[in-house]
C-alpha cells in the first residue's frame, strides 16, 4: 500500500520510521539531506563519449526515495529508481535525460505505463525527476500534483516510467524533441537490467496537456523513430496540437504565463539554438525580463507574474503583433505542429480527450487534430468533456485513461479501427467508481477538483487558487459530497 494520509507530518514521521528500517540494509541514511538540483547534481552530467551510445541507453541509475505533496510512496513496496539514458534534441543533437522509475513489488513484468507530466516550465529545477525526490524543495506544484494520478497507476498494479520530457535544457513545448525523449525513456527502461522488464514489454503512453505534447509527439514519430517498441496504447489529453492556435488563444488572458517558458524551451540549446539570435535582435528589455524570469521559475509562478499580459505586443519585442508571421517563428511552430507529416500519423490505439469549453489549449485545433489523423486511417477514440476546463479535465479524464490502459494491455484494442467519438456531458467522480484501491486517490482528485471549482471557475476568478491545488487538504467530505450531486 502506498501511504496518502494528508499531513505532512505524519507521513514524515512515518517515513522516518521506515528509513530507520531499511537504512542499515539500504544505505538510504545518506539521502536525508535535501537533493542537490539538476544544475548541480553530477547525476544528470552527460559522460564523455555519451554521444556514441544508441538511444536509449542506459548510462547510470540509482535508488532513491520517491516523495511529493507532502506524501512519501511507500519505499518497502515500491521499488524506485532513476536513470540517466541517451537520447536525441532536434536535428538528432546527441542529448541525455533522466527517467523515474515506480515499480509496485507485485507488478507484472511484461508491462508498463509511460506518464508524461505537465511540467509546462523552462527552468530544470522544474522537472519530475527533481520534484519527487525526498526532501526536494516542491518548485512544480503540477508535477506535484501529478504524483496522485501517478499513484493511480500505481496502486492499478503497474510499473510507471516518468521521463523528465524536456530533456536536459528543459525545453517546455517542443513536441518533436520531446517525442523523442519519451520513446527513448521507453527503450531505457525496457534496459534497465535492474527491473526485470521481460523484452518487449508492452508500453502504454498517457499525457495531459503538456504531458500532452510530449506523448501526443512519441505517438507521431514511433512508427519511424522507435518501431520496435510493443505500444499497447497511448491516451493524451488536452492537446496543445497547433502551437500557433494556443499562442492566439491564450495570449493578453489569465494563462499568457504559458508563453515566455515555451519560447525559452523553443531557444534551448538541444532544440532550436538558432533562435537567440531573432530573440536578442527583438526583445524589448521588457521581453528579456520575462524570459529570463521563465527560465529561472516553474509554472505556477510563471502564470502568476505574467498574467494579463501580451506577448504579441511592442511592449515585449519590436515585432509587435507580427510575432507570428516571422518566418523563423512560424517555421519552428509548424516544425512542431501536431498532424502535419502524413508519414507521422500514430499506428497504434491512441485515445484524444480534451474539453470543449478549454480555456487554455483550444477545443477547435484538437477537433481539427482528429479529423487530420482519422482521414489518414489512425485508430483515434475522440472523447469530448462538455463540463469541464481545462485543469479539472485532468481530473474528470482520469478514470476513462485507467480504464483505455487496462484495455490496450488486455489486447481489446486490437481491432480498433477507425474512428470513434463520443462524449461526457458531466463530470461526476465517485471516489469508490475504480475499486477500493483507488479510493484514497480519487479523494485526494476529488480536493483538487474543489479547489479548481466547476469548469476551472476558481482559478479564473483567482489564480493564486492554483498556487493551494497541490497541497491536498485533509479529507473534505463535503466538497466530494457537493461533487457527487453533479
Ligand atoms: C493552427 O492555428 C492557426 C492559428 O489559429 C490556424 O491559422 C491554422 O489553420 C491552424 N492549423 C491547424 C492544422 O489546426
Ligand atoms: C485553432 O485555434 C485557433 C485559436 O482558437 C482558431 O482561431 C483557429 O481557427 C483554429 N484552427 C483550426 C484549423 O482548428
Ligand atoms: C504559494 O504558497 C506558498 C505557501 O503558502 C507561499 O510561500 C508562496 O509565496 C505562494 N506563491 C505565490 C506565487 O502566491
Known amino acids: 500500500m502506498l501511504l496518502l494520509k494528508g499531513s505532512f507530518v505524519s507521513a514524515f514521521l512515518l517515513v522516518i520510521s521506515l528509513i530507520a528500517n531499511v537504512e542499515a540494509a ?45 506524501l512519501i510512496v511507500d519505499i518497502l513496496s515500491v521499488r524506485s529508481y532513476q536513470v540517466l539514458f541517451r537520447t536525441n534534441g532536434i536535428n ?23 506518464f508524461a507530466n505537465e511540467e509546462d516550465s523552462s527552468a530544470s529545477i522544474c522537472a519530475p525527476s527533481y520534484n519527487y525526490q525526498f526532501l526536494a524543495f516542491p518548485s512544480n506544484l503540477l508535477v506535484q500534483a501529478d504524483l496522485l494520478v501517478v499513484q493511480a497507476y500505481l496502486l492499478s498494479g503497474y510499473t510507471v516510467s516518468i521521463p523528465d520530457h524536456e530533456g536536459p535544457d528543459s525545453a517546455f513545448a517542443v513536441g518533436r524533441l520531446a517525442g523523442r525523449v519519451v520513446l527513448d525513456s521507453m527503450r531505457a527502461t525496457q534496459n534497465f537490467k535492474d527491473l526485470g522488464l521481460k523484452p518487449n514489454s508492452m508500453v502504454a503512453g498517457v499525457g495531459y496537456s503538456g504531458g500532452a ?9 514511433q512508427p519511424t523513430y522507435a518501431p520496435e517498441i510493443n505500444i499497447a496504447s497511448f491516451a493524451i489529453g488536452g492537446v496543445p496540437a497547433n502551437l500557433t492556435g494556443t499562442f492566439a488563444f491564450v495570449d493578453g488572458t489569465t494563462f499568457s504565463g504559458f508563453l515566455p517558458p515555451a519560447i525559452v524551451g523553443f531557444q534551448a540549446e538541444s532544440a532550436y539554438p538558432e533562435l537567440r539570435q531573432l530573440v536578442n535582435r527583438v526583445a524589448t528589455p521588457a521581453g528579456q525580463q520575462a524570459l529570463q524570469f521563465a527560465s529561472t521559475h516553474c509554472v505556477v509562478d510563471d ?10 505586443d511592442k511592449k515585449f519585442s519590436s515585432l509587435g503583433d507580427r510575432i507570428l508571421y516571422d518566418p523563423q517563428v512560424a517555421g519552428v511552430l509548424n516544425d512542431n505542429l501536431m498532424g502535419s507529416n502524413a508519414f507521422e500519423t500514430p499506428t497504434k490505439p491512441i485515445l484524444i480527450y480534451h474539453a470543449s469549453q478549454d480555456e487554455i489549449i483550444p477545443y477547435a485545433n484538437t477537433s481539427t487534430l482528429v479529423d487530420t489523423y482519422c482521414n489518414r486511417g489512425a485508430a483515434v477514440h475522440f472523447t469530448t468533456y462538455q463540463a469541464g476546463g481545462h ?3 485532468i481530473v474528470d479524464g482520469l478514470p476513462q485513461t485507467l480504464q483505455w490502459v487496462a484495455d490496450g494491455f488486455a489486447g481489446k484494442l486490437k481491432n480498433n479501427k477507425g474512428c470513434q467519438r463520443d462524449e461526457k456531458l458531466d463530470s461526476p467522480l465517485d471516489p469508490v467508481a475504480l475499486g ?12 483538487i477538483l474543489a479547489k479548481l471549482g466547476e469548469g476551472d471557475s476558481n482559478v479564473q476568478q483567482n489564480l493564486h487558487t492554483l498556487n493551494q491545488t497541490a497541497t491536498v487538504p485533509p479529507l473534505n467530505k463535503a466538497a466530494i459530497a ?3 450531486l453533479h
Do not use: C, H, M
Not at 564523455?48 to 532513491?64: C, D, K, M, Q, W
Not at 538528432?92 to 535525460?97: L, R
Not at 477500493?436 to 480536493?447: A, K, R, S
Open 26 to 70: 539500504n544505505g538510504f541514511s545518506k539521502r536525508l539531506v535535501p537533493p542537490q538540483t539538476p544544475a548541480t547534481d553530477p547525476f544528470y552530467q552527460a559522460p564523455a563519449g555519451y554521444e556514441f551510445l544508441a538511444p536509449g541507453t542506459v548510462i547510470r541509475s540509482r535508488s532513491f526515495i520517491p516523495a511529493g505533496l507532502g
Open 92 to 114: 538528432n543533437k546527441p542529448i541525455v535525460s533522466v527517467v523515474t522509475i515506480l515499480s509496485p513489488l507485485l507488478a507484472p513484468n511484461d508491462r508498463f505505463v509511460s
Open 391 to 393: 485543469l479539472t479535465t
Open 213 to 221: 505534447i510530449a506523448v501526443g509527439w512519441a505517438a507521431q514519430l
Open 303 to 312: 502564470i502568476l507574474s505574467f498574467a494579463f499580459q501580451k506577448v504579441a
Open 436 to 447: 477500493v484501491e483507488l479510493e484514497p486517490v480519487l479523494i485526494g482528485l476529488i480536493n
Open 482 to 484: 457537493s461533487r457527487q
